[in-house]
């Protein structure tokens, strides 16, 4: 049967038409794969975002947290350290209260002996600070009853208006062998002090005081307290001598003249006005000078915004006693705005008056009260 060439446009249309819709099949179906893709890729791209978002704000809640705790210890702290403040401003007010009831007469026995020997000084009684470095468990406020500045040197001077016999770094049987039975002797190594206070007529009291308790390792300890106070405020580190004054009128010493048995320096131990005339003699006419007139008012003005009542001798004007005013201790505020230790200090340096009088305690942790 021969083949009918009519048919061929009609079988190349189907041919065409076939080819037609499988393009249109093949185009519809990689539409469709490529829109499956965009939704795809779509889907996790926002899943990406959404767990970009809540990590974020995971990272959020957990920052705002760490915040609050922050705050909470920040805040806790602040309380601890204002609380601590508190505490050292009531020592200090405490101490300065207490004025200068308990160093009368060991600043007047100084200040005759500065008088009669026509020496160039400053005196400054009852210096109240906070010493340095002292942590948070141990916070306390100290006071140093006297000190003496020259341009030839600077002595801190602890009073001890104790009554009674008092035996400073002697055994009572090396001054009196009937005494042997009478006290153990066997802890008393130097440094230590001893005193037996009559009571009643029948009566004796017994206190001893050793090792650190000993008024020659308080007078040092005090002097390196001060020490570095000084160098704390002005860069400058100062030497101090050490002595222990024996003040009462009614004592009877017998002490060793120096003690040097916490090493280095040793210090002055005296009980008569004679022997403390001696050691400010010693003092103030050694050959070199080791502070300028200038270095020795600057410490003077210092030591008066420590609450200090101050009285001056020779070419340091005719014993103009100088008392903290307010203004004087609002400088003192200003100076220590940064240290928050002593801010809270200030009110009771403030508070001080020419009748105050000195404390007995050497920090208000309770060392040794005078008697």
Request: with cysteine; net charge negative; hydrophobic share 45%.
């Amino acid at each position: 049967m021969p083949f009918d060439q009519s048919l061929v446009p009609w079988i190349i249309a189907a041919v065409l038409l076939v080819a037609l819709i499988v393009v249109a099949v093949v185009l519809r179906a990689r539409a469709k794969r490529a829109l499956a893709t965009a939704k795809a890729a779509a889907d996790e791209q926002a899943r990406a975002a959404r767990e970009q978002h809540e990590a974020l704000a995971a990272a959020h809640d957990d920052a705002l947290a760490q915040a609050a705790a922050d705050h909470a210890r920040e805040r806790d702290a602040l309380g601890v350290e204002r609380q601590a403040a508190l505490s050292e401003a009531k020592q200090a007010r405490d101490l300065v209260a207490a004025g200068l009831k308990w160093e009368a007469t060991s600043r007047d026995d100084i200040a005759d002996a500065c008088r009669q020997l026509g020496v160039d000084a400053v005196l400054l009684t009852n210096v109240v600070f906070v010493p340095v470095a002292t942590s948070a468990s141990s916070r306390f406020v100290a006071q140093v009853d006297h000190v003496l500045l020259a341009e030839t040197g600077v002595m801190v001077i602890e009073n001890k208006g104790w009554n009674g016999i008092v035996f400073d770094g002697l055994t009572p049987s090396s001054v009196f062998p009937a005494f042997a039975g009478l006290f153990d002797e066997s802890t008393m190594t130097p440094p230590f002090a001893l005193q037996v206070v009559k009571d009643s007529p029948t009566v004796l009291t017994v206190r001893t005081h050793l090792g650190r308790e000993a008024p020659a390792s308080q007078a040092r300890r005090q002097a390196q307290r001060l020490s570095d106070r000084v160098q704390a405020e002005t860069g400058v580190r100062l030497w101090f001598d050490t002595c222990v004054f024996y003040s009462h009128r009614d004592a009877t010493v017998f002490a060793t003249e120096r003690d040097a048995t916490d090493g280095g320096a040793a210090t002055a131990v005296v009980s008569h006005r004679s022997q403390l005339a001696g050691v400010i003699r010693e003092l103030t006419s050694r050959p070199t000078k080791k502070l300028s007139r200038a270095r020795v008012d600057d410490l003077a003005r210092l030591f008066a915004s420590y609450g200090a009542d101050v009285l001056r001798f020779g070419a340091y004007a005719q014993e103009a006693r100088v008392t903290p005013t307010p203004e004087a201790a609002e400088a003192q505020e200003a100076r220590v705005a940064s240290n928050p230790e002593a801010a809270e200090v200030q009110e009771a340096r403030i508070a001080s008056t020419p009748e105050a009088a000195a404390p007995a305690t050497r920090d208000a942790r309770g060392s040794d009260p005078t008697e």
